[in-house]
């Protein structure tokens, strides 16, 4: 239930000075999408009157049903603070319904609803995700063009003068809070020109908005400061790449159902399973949680991102680890993920592969407490670990075999994601790249 009304959002329009409003979605890929209007427009935006091309969108539509509705969501009203020489700008983010009025079943933001209200069936009230988000900052050439070179050689904690993106840091942590984040730490991460920012844990659909919305400003004032925000996985060759670690955790009523103060590690039962359900369809939405082809650059063994399914409390190296807190604090860490992941279908994926655990009462088996990355093949084959898909191809095969993560997306943005991401993997197979020039073309 809404808790701005729209006579709330007029009221804000007119106390904020705002001229324009930005009424915001998500297509397939995670790209946010928008349509401006002038303020004059608010009040048909409010009674859900705008209409627009769900055929331009890519995953969306054909163009013989292409007419569709923007429903604002009135609680994700937000000014943004970089004033324009026209005014103010505001944003509201909105859901997408079909002509006749019923939910878009390719709009990932009411894909993720639509699980939500499956785990609220199975008798839980909240899905809580705290990101960590990593991105790289590179410089601007003179026509404001990104190079390749990163603005500083710093690494992990490293601060001024190694760290030369503190002030950019600095500023994108002052525009989110007086956005209304609430960040709880950001420093420099372990590859030059890298950086994470973490922000305070909320309900899925709240904190998928919030990962949008940081995205958004993160590049914004990255500009400002004549930089590039990159969050692609692995922009770099032979340095770490840029995940976003999702801690989770499952509600009932205001009590988190990880928790069991009685148990010897106070993990419930409940939390095992979730894990249990993660761990066996891992596979199945990989190509979801790291959708490109640059994705898969990111997860091999060397650079602390993980690639083998298994779980530790303590270990950094398996796809999921228990981080030490524990209370309301409980939560699984799933380590896979990366930002260029459309959050909302990430979500809906991660979530119904944990309920799917609970339902079947499965077991994650025991924790893997050795350095995964020390483990030779024989070893990891004793231990029963398997790994990661190792491209966007074999991801999209595992998709493909996985009926659980598909329910999880719907057939409509199974079959067009799917689509999608095969032509990707068909145009990086098919085009020759400059290592292959450098290996082969003098010596064959």
Request: overall charge negative; charged content about 25%; some cysteine.
């Amino acid at each position: 239930m809404s808790r701005t009304t729209a006579d709330d959002i007029r009221q804000f329009a007119k106390e904020e000075n705002v001229n324009f409003i930005r009424l915001q979605i998500t297509d397939i890929l995670g790209m946010i999408k928008s349509v401006e209007i002038p303020v004059s427009q608010l009040d048909k935006a409010l009674d859900n009157k705008m209409m627009f091309d769900g055929s331009s969108i890519e995953g969306f539509t054909k163009i013989e049903a292409s007419d569709m509705y923007l429903v604002p969501d009135l609680d994700t009203w937000m000014v943004f603070p970089w004033a324009s020489g026209n005014g103010k700008v505001a944003r509201l983010i909105c859901d997408v319904c079909q002509a006749d009025g019923t939910p878009f079943p390719g709009d990932p933001r009411g894909n993720l609803k639509r699980v939500l209200k499956e785990m609220e069936s199975m008798g839980y009230t909240n899905f809580n995700l705290g990101p960590e988000p990593e991105f790289f900052l590179f410089k601007l050439d003179r026509h404001g063009e990104p190079t390749m070179h990163v603005n500083d050689d710093g690494d992990y904690f490293d601060f001024s003068p190694l760290d030369l993106g503190e002030d950019c840091r600095r500023d994108i942590v002052l525009q989110l809070e007086e956005l209304g984040f609430e960040v709880e730490a950001s420093h420099h991460e372990s590859a030059p020109g890298q950086h994470e920012i973490d922000f305070k844990y909320a309900d899925a659909l709240r904190a998928c908005d919030n990962i949008q919305t940081f995205k958004l400003v993160v590049k914004t004032i990255a500009r400002e400061h004549g930089l590039h925000a990159t969050f692609m996985p692995k922009p770099i060759f032979g340095v770490n790449g840029s995940g976003m670690h999702c801690n989770v955790s499952l509600f009932k009523d205001g009590k988190n159902t990880f928790y069991d103060e009685h148990a010897d590690d106070q993990l419930s039962r409940t939390a095992y399973q979730f894990m249990a359900g993660v761990l066996k369809h891992v596979k199945g939405f990989t190509a979801i949680t790291n959708p490109t082809v640059n994705s898969y650059k990111r997860l091999v063994p060397g650079y602390e991102a993980p690639c083998y399914i298994a779980w530790s409390a303590s270990n950094r190296s398996p796809v999921v680890r228990i981080p030490a807190s524990r209370g309301m604090s409980t939560r699984i860490e799933l380590r896979s993920v990366d930002s260029v992941a459309n959050p909302y279908l990430a979500l809906s994926a991660i979530l119904k592969a944990g309920l799917s655990g609970i339902e079947q009462q499965l077991d994650p088996g025991a924790p893997c407490d050795r350095n995964l990355y020390d483990m030779t093949a024989s070893d990891l084959k004793e231990a029963g670990i398997s790994v990661l898909p190792t491209d966007l191809d074999h991801a999209l095969l595992a998709l493909d075999e996985d009926t659980v993560v598909q329910e999880a997306l719907g057939e409509h943005i199974y079959r067009n994601f799917r689509d999608v991401k095969q032509k990707e993997w068909d145009s990086y197979r098919i085009t020759v790249h400059p290592w292959e020039i450098d290996e082969y073309r003098k010596i064959y």
